[in-house]
């Protein structure tokens, strides 16, 4: 049995750990503890947990481990129904079965449950073509505080009965209410794929590659983009200061063409070399894994996850590079970066708020996910949300008011 220290977050360790044996038991212990006012922290996989500032209060974890089934699979119409405590890469399995997918291609699969992964609004590459998790997140149900089960959104397509408030949940924290089980639209697997490498020795030729290959005829899976010492992580003989990969899926014959019209976009900007990716599967779970490896095995390092207009990408990679050339991992084409910062300056906490500045600047946001422990019990690690606050506060009030939800963890202090 797992102790509490294991269940740890922010240095609190809860007194006690629930392990539910289905939604309804799930729901009742939930409402036990809002009635004793006991503060409850969602447990799904724990790959995850790192995000977020430390609980305000943390008395029990509710562990997901036991809602782990596949509740309907209608592969035909291509819907699917997952209990929350269903890990990615068992979810993969059941789907591959038939030729289809869930693109969420985020760290650890093995451990990462659907629930902790949409309650913390995660993605990875592949939602460049696919969209965010909300996006093809058709309906879910949730355990509130006062013991109920909530049904929202569908399980059709083109049923929008409730649409919004299923998506109120992702992201959100686990601080509105605990997932219970969530159904998606789910994508045939490409008949084939091809995956491409691109090295440049200046940035602008790496972020005007980027642009050309998002708008090629045959669009791609993934755009990715990596400075030298990330990339050298990856492909050790990697040689150039940036670095990015393609992934293309489609047809067979397509696929020639897509490595023709990538080497063209490359070649057009300057590229120093070109190459196809040999091992693909091998190459991209390297690049789902990339934030958790870039976090765990720098940990003394100033982890931040930026996100700007597409456009602004050559210029945050600027500003982000100005005095202490961090390790840079991007989702290219939606702007969605990883810097890793190995001396981020004497003072942190003011390095991040001229950061910050610099990214607000360019109408981006700066989330620090991982950090130091004494230097993240000194920062707030999320941005500001600006006028939404207002909102998120009056949603909290309502699906939480004695406020036992993940207390203190999400923007705000939520």
Known sequence: MPSNIEYSVGGFAPQTIYTPRDAHELAQILAQ?????RAVVPWG???????????????????TANLNQVIEYAFDDLTATFGAGMTLAEIERVLNEHGQFLPLDVPHPERATIGGVLASGMNGALRLRYGLARDYMLGNRFATVDGQIIKAGAKVVKNVAGYELHKVQVGAFGTLGLLTEATFKVFPRPPAEISAWASFDELRDACAAVGQVWNLPIPPLAIELFDARTARSIEPNASGAWHIAARFGGAK??????????ANAANENH???????DDATKFWRAVADMPATLRESFSDALFVRVSVPPKELQNTLRALAENSPPRIFAHAAVASIYASFDNASASPETFIAILRARIHDLHGHLIVEGAPPTLRKQINVWDDVGASFKLMRALKRKFDPNNILNPGRFAGGI
């Open 33 to 37: 503890c809002n009635s004793e006012k």
């Open 271 to 277: 590229a120093r070399s070109i190459e196809t990716i």
């Open 253 to 262: 014959a397509a696929m020639a063409a897509a490595r023709d019209v990538f």
């Open 45 to 63: 996989g724990g790959t995850l947990q790192h995000l977020g500032n430390a609980p305000t209060q943390f008395d029990a974890a509710i562990q």
